[in-house]
């Protein structure tokens, strides 16, 4: 399922993502995550073992929601199978990362996690949920 345009212009802004995934007893494990969408698939990065690569290992199917934080409050629920690939290209990182710091704060986390061990992981939603809040209205 693809987002419409409103969504997309969303999706394009700065939201720290939330991924969720269920370990192999079952158990949920939520945590954020920043994202780039692009081509109707996010794509995101996390490090190799992790929580989040040992649950969709076990189980593919997650949820990530994107909300504003601010009134009026507004997300989107992507749920879909997660597929796990090779480390992120420096570039791709860079990309992820400049969204959510600036470019001095990027260039020193580009450079902390340099020797770390990471995966990809990409969604391409099933289903696409949106909440429009009322509140502060």
């Known amino acids: 399922m693809s987002p419409n345009e409103a969504q997309e212009a969303f999706l394009r802004e700065g939201n720290v993502a939330v991924l969720a995934t269920v370990d192999r007893r079952g158990r949920a494990h939520a945590a954020p995550i920043w994202y780039i969408y692009a081509d109707g698939v996010f794509v995101m990065s996390t490090g190799r ?17 994107i ?36 470019e001095e704060q990027t260039r020193r986390y580009l450079e ?16 696409i949920i949106e909440f429009n809040g ?4």
């Not at 902390?112 to 289903?127: D, F, H, Q, T, W």
């Open 112 to 127: 902390r996690m340099s020797g770390l061990e990471s995966i990809s992981v990409r969604l391409k939603p099933r289903k």
């Open 67 to 102: 909300d504003r934080r601010s009134l009026p409050y507004y997300y989107l629920t992507a749920r879909g199978r997660a597929e796990i690939g090779p480390s992120l290209s420096q570039e791709d990182r860079r990309r992820i990362a400049s969204r959510y710091l600036n």
């Open 49 to 65: 073992g992790s929580q989040k690569h040992r649950n969709i290992d076990a189980n593919p199917e997650v949820t990530l929601v």
């Open 134 to 137: 009322q509140a502060g209205r």
